[in-house]
């Protein structure tokens, strides 16, 4: 089973050695605050990453999905809480790894350090480009690029120039950094115009190209 998903170079012993467990949908798998004590592997399903400001406004960084790794904070040179929260976006299966598994792992493992702390630049490199989008692009081509990056990194196949993004509107607009509103307009203009059809639970975009020029017509500005 643990050979389905993707955890690059990760040794099957590390991945059993854990602790597996379910986690339901919208339920928290850890809180900001809590002990960065092991760094936990995603099965099946998709866990969001996210914090609450002190004025309780929710910031997203991150989607994880199947075969990736989250909760770093164990990491670190010495355990420390986690500054973030994961919460599962639908029906999750996770694996649980100690730290002091994990570090002497990483000390006889070379090749899946590397792979680990890859990873870990990967999602710094992520939000420093959601960062960047933020300051630079209009919600429209912004909101273009959100939905073609994430729906082919969850695994939506392009197909028939079509593809399947199965995220709300509400998580959406807290990534983009708007309110819910603003991306209701937008989405609800596209699907007026044959760009998108939207369902209940995703989004279908019938025409990537008319998304990829919105992004393309931005940057040539």
């Given at each position: 089973?643990?050979?389905a998903?993707n955890?690059a170079?990760?040794?099957?012993?590390?991945?059993?050695?854990?602790?597996?467990?379910?986690?339901?949908a919208?339920e928290?798998?850890?809180?900001?605050?809590s002990?960065?004590?092991?760094?936990?592997a995603?099965k099946l399903?998709?866990?969001?990453?996210?914090?609450?400001t002190?004025?309780?406004?929710?910031?997203?960084?991150s989607?994880?999905?199947?075969?990736?790794f989250?909760?770093?904070?164990?990491?670190a040179?010495?355990p420390?809480?986690?500054?973030v929260?994961?919460v599962?976006?639908?029906?999750?299966e996770?694996?649980?790894?100690?730290?002091?598994?994990?570090?002497?792992?990483?000390?006889c493992?070379?090749v899946?350090?590397?792979?680990?702390?890859?990873?870990?630049?990967?999602?710094?490199?992520?939000?420093t480009?959601?960062?960047?989008?933020?300051?630079?692009?209009?919600?429209s081509?912004?909101?273009?690029?959100?939905?073609?990056?994430?729906?082919?990194k969850?695994?939506?196949?392009e197909?028939?120039?079509?593809?399947?993004?199965?995220?709300?509107?509400?998580v959406i607009?807290?990534?983009?950094?708007?309110?819910?509103?603003?991306?209701n307009?937008?989405?609800?203009?596209?699907?007026?115009?044959?760009?998108?059809?939207?369902h209940s639970?995703?989004?279908?975009i019938?025409?990537?190209?008319t998304l990829r020029r919105?992004?393309e017509?931005?940057g040539?500005?």
């Open positions: 089973m643990l050979a998903a955890f170079h990760a040794p099957q012993s590390l991945l059993l050695g854990g602790r597996a467990f379910k986690v339901a919208h928290p798998v850890f809180d900001a605050g002990p960065g004590e092991r760094i936990y995603l399903g998709r866990v969001l990453i996210y914090s609450i002190r004025l309780g406004r929710e910031i997203n960084y989607i994880i999905n199947p075969g990736e989250f909760g770093f904070a164990a990491l040179d010495k420390r809480a986690e500054v929260s994961a599962a976006l639908n029906d999750c996770v694996i649980a790894i100690e730290r002091d598994r994990l570090l002497e792992t990483l000390r493992d070379p899946f350090m590397n792979s680990l702390f890859a990873n870990l630049v990967d999602r710094l490199q992520e939000r480009q959601q960062l960047a989008d933020l300051a630079l692009l209009g919600l081509p912004r909101l273009a690029k959100w939905l073609l990056e994430l729906g082919a969850s695994g939506a196949v197909k028939a120039n079509a593809m399947r993004v199965e995220f709300s509107q509400k607009a807290t990534f983009l950094g708007v309110g819910r509103e603003a991306i307009r937008k989405l609800r203009e596209w699907e007026d115009d044959g760009i998108i059809t939207l639970s995703d989004i279908r019938n025409d990537v190209k919105l992004i017509q931005e040539a500005a």
